[in-house]
């Protein structure tokens, strides 16, 4: 198995200790998001586990004790934009990130940690323009640390829709995904990045720009050594081209409060379910009740 850790919410930043103590432990119990009473187990031997794949905004917190999982394969998709706190509220300041980028390649090397920029939102002050200027700002203190960037444009969900809004956000036309996504080629280009879109339908070949796999089974296997299934991951939006994975993390439970993020309902339900915390639960902000249902889940 594929273990994504996670989609829905970052688990290095803020339940790092939860998941070494899973790893000693050898699995993780996890809430189905659409039923709330089945639950699986996951193991998380080294025999079950063909790779880690961590999302995170600040990682700082993991780096002290990666050694807990020296002998599973894993890498880093790392998101770094050019944001402030209006729009990443719980994001530290990026010299602070930046740093913490620099120590964890240093540490597990630049081919294990993918820089995302991800989402591109156009807004009233925050232009593409902005965007041309702070992009080549983080490339060049990227430069040897990471070869490759995704990036992806905003989507207006429902559930965020009013808070992009309230900055001026607006939808980009596949006109103006085109003309962005050729500067921000060629300023990587001079930086030696690799760029790769996330679930992007558009088709930006033309510009060297390839559809990405985040959850990537030519990395793992590059990783890893080992020949990993190639199955698309059919929870994923049709454009995503990801190979399937089973994420561990849990919805509204992410401290960061990016308006733009789509895995929290409101800093209300995310602080209430923060009050559930446990860093020996099986389940990450939850506990068991007679009604769950725990199955194991084999793949």
Request: net charge neutral; aromatic share 12%.
């Amino acid at each position: 198995m594929i273990i994504s850790v996670s989609r829905r919410t970052d688990v290095p930043a803020f339940y790092s200790d939860w998941f070494y103590n899973r790893v000693k432990d050898g699995y993780v119990l996890v809430r189905n998001p659409f039923n709330h009473h089945q639950i699986s187990k996951v193991s998380l031997s080294l025999d079950a586990v063909d790779c880690f794949v961590f999302w995170s905004k600040n990682p700082e917190n993991m780096i002290g004790n990666l050694h807990i999982i020296d002998n599973y394969p894993f890498y880093f998709q790392f998101t770094l934009n050019p944001y402030d706190d209006k729009v990443e509220k719980g994001v530290p300041k990026k010299s602070k990130i930046i740093d913490t980028f620099k120590r964890l390649s240093d540490k597990i090397g630049p081919n294990r940690v993918i820089w995302r920029y991800d989402p591109i939102i156009i807004a009233e002050a925050i232009s593409e323009k902005y965007h041309y200027k702070y992009f080549e700002v983080l490339a060049s203190k990227l430069k040897g640390y990471t070869s490759k960037c995704i990036i992806s444009f905003v989507d207006f969900y429902p559930k965020v829709k009013k808070s992009l809004e309230k900055i001026g956000a607006f939808e980009i036309s596949d006109e103006d995904k085109i003309r962005i996504a050729k500067r921000l080629g060629e300023i990587a280009e001079t930086y030696s990045l690799k760029i790769e879109t996330c679930a992007e339908k558009i088709d930006l070949s033309q510009f060297g720009i390839e559809h990405g796999r985040c959850v990537d089974p030519n990395l793992i296997k590059e990783i890893s050594g080992r020949d990993i299934k190639d199955e698309k991951d059919k929870n994923q939006r049709k454009a995503c081209g990801c190979a399937a994975s089973v994420d561990i993390g849990a919805y509204d439970t992410c401290l960061h409060g990016c308006i733009y993020c789509y895995a929290n309902y409101s800093s209300r339900v995310v602080n209430g379910n923060m009050t559930l915390y446990d860093v020996n639960s099986p389940l990450l902000c939850s506990s068991i009740t007679d009604e769950d249902l725990i199955t194991e889940r084999n793949r």
